[in-house]
């Protein structure tokens, strides 16, 4: 009795080392498909480019104009090349403070210099309109650069909490 | 049996555990799968190809056609332009006495059909057809000479220059992108004087607010082109926005001793849109006084403020894009055509 209970232990703990042994197996495939799930989020992560045109489609701008590398880097002190992909769009007209820029860098140490650069922005737009254009300074006045991992982003608009949304859900 | 029934249970139960951990860890990898990260920077990134922002060549043959012609002029424009429909927007009351600024804008009429940039070329273009064909090869050479008088050259400002800068920053594959900017709304003569503070409101320039002679300075510009006086005839009427703008140009010089100052006339406002001190009258008084002032000290002076306005000395309703006093992307071609004309005839300078 005592040989078949001690044989019936041991076969039990045999087999039980068997399955665990296949949850190792499948932690291990747990932790490739986070980092596959990983890389699949950051390769569908789509470009700030496609945002901005889903932003226009929802969105009536104020006659947008998309600024170039020597206007961020001449105006701004952004080195263009600091940055993975950007969009830097400011209304045409000077009588709106409408501003979109989604920024991406490279290196997310470079995210708080980013964020500096576009709070000079946000003053800029601030000082301009005050005393000026009250409607526009309100605007200027509730919005704020933001930044998610290493995307910077700001957003001054009427239609403002709604263009951050949509940034949001894309990042 | 009935005293193993103990040791049955022990095997039963660690046989029972093992299946269900293996099966809850395999759910848990499954589930994984379509959580979304936080992070976005992963080995994955580097397959993301790089998307940069390609320059915004908003440009029609109809636009090359009058930025490319420097005897394009306010007729030839007027003439390409009459189909086009008026573009207005609505703005803030005016705030007459007081204050810093004269810029603000008052309510207007916002009209549908603005005509697109597209169309004001193709218009252009029809009307200037007929000139360049007169013209032939030597408008073409000469367009190349005044394309180079504005290397180096930057443009200082208020919100009108504003207006004239963001036009440029759409027309980079022109002539236009040789041009730098020192524009601000609200900027005037008088607070262009001013340290930098946190009421200050000077162009940046490279990050910062700089006081605009600092900035020509690290720019390097050999040519530089005012237009002030919008924010400035309010505060200090006609002689003393004068004798503002005056030491402005004096600190400019100063720091800078080779450049060339040009100073352009300031523009109306729309009829009936005057407030304070910013009446037709008084602005044509001021042109008046800075013409003379230009004179005297060898500086140029170019008149864009005729080219826009009407048979009545007002801005040119055509012209206005608020109902007010700051102006479209059809006066912004006029500028262009007034500021080509201006440069051909200063070409040996």
């Known amino acids: 009795m005592k040989k078949f209970g001690m044989k019936t232990l041991c076969i039990c703990m045999a087999v039980s080392a068997v399955l665990l042994g296949g949850c190792g197996k499948a932690e291990e495939t747990l932790g490739t498909n986070v980092e596959q799930s990983e890389a699949e989020e950051t390769v569908n992560a789509r470009p700030v480019k496609e945002i901005y045109e889903d932003i226009k489609q929802a969105v009536e701008l104020h006659s947008p104009v998309e600024m170039a590398d020597s206007f961020i880097s001449n105006y701004y002190g952004i080195d263009p090349e600091k940055l993975e992909e950007y969009i830097f769009v400011m209304s045409e007209e000077a009588t709106s403070a409408e501003t979109i820029v989604i920024m991406k860098v490279k290196d997310e140490g470079d995210v708080e210099k980013i964020s500096e650069a576009l709070q000079v922005v946000v003053d800029e737009k601030r000082g301009e309109m005050e005393n000026y254009l009250p409607e526009q300074f309100e605007i200027v006045d509730k919005s704020s650069v933001k930044s998610k991992g290493s995307y910077v982003y700001l957003v001054i608009s009427e239609s403002g909490d709604t263009i951050v949304q949509m940034i949001e859900e894309e990042l | ?349």
């Open chain 2, 1 to 349: 049996m009935k005293k193993n029934w103990w040791r049955y249970g022990i095997a039963v139960g660690l046989v029972m555990v093992a299946i269900i951990g293996s099966f809850g860890i395999k759910a848990l990898a499954a589930g994984k799968k379509t959580m979304r990260t936080g992070a976005d920077i992963v080995t994955g990134a580097s397959e993301i190809e790089s998307i940069k922002i390609v320059k915004n060549t908003y440009q029609t043959e109809g636009e090359k056609g009058i930025l490319g012609t420097p005897e394009a002029d306010k007729t030839e424009v007027e003439s390409g332009n009459g189909e086009k429909t008026e573009e207005g927007e609505s703005g803030n009351e005016a705030d007459a006495e007081g204050g810093k600024t004269g810029e603000t804008a008052e309510e207007g009429t916002s009209e549908d059909g603005v005509v697109s940039d597209e169309e004001a070329g193709e218009a252009s273009e029809s009307g200037e057809k007929t000139e360049s064909g007169e013209e032939g090869e030597g408008a073409e050479e000469n367009a190349e000479e005044i394309d180079a008088y504005f290397d180096d050259s930057v443009f200082i400002g208020d919100s009108i220059m504003l207006g004239f800068r963001n036009y440029a920053m759409k027309r980079q594959d022109t002539f236009l992108s040789r041009m730098n900017f020192l524009a601000a709304g609200s900027f005037s003569a008088n607070n262009a004087l001013w340290d930098v503070n946190d009421e200050s409101v000077h162009p940046v320039y490279q990050g910062e607010q700089r006081q605009v002679w600092e900035s020509v300075s690290l720019m390097g510009s050999k040519r530089v082109f005012l237009m002030l006086g919008m924010n400035d005839l309010n505060i200090t009427g006609v002689e003393g926005s004068c004798e503002k703008y005056e030491e402005l140009i004096g600190k400019i010089k100063e720091k800078n001793p080779d450049a060339e100052i040009i100073i352009m006339s300031m523009t109306y406002v729309l009829k009936g849109k005057e407030t304070g001190k910013l009446q037709n009258d008084i602005i044509r008084e001021f042109n008046g006084m800075l013409e003379t002032m230009a004179e005297k000290n060898g500086w140029g002076y170019v008149n864009v403020a005729e080219a826009l306005a009407d048979g009545n000395g007002d801005l040119a309703e055509e012209y206005c894009s608020d109902g007010f006093a700051h102006q479209n992307p059809e006066a912004y071609d006029v500028w262009v055509s007034v500021l080509r004309k201006y440069a051909d005839e200063h070409l040996d300078k």
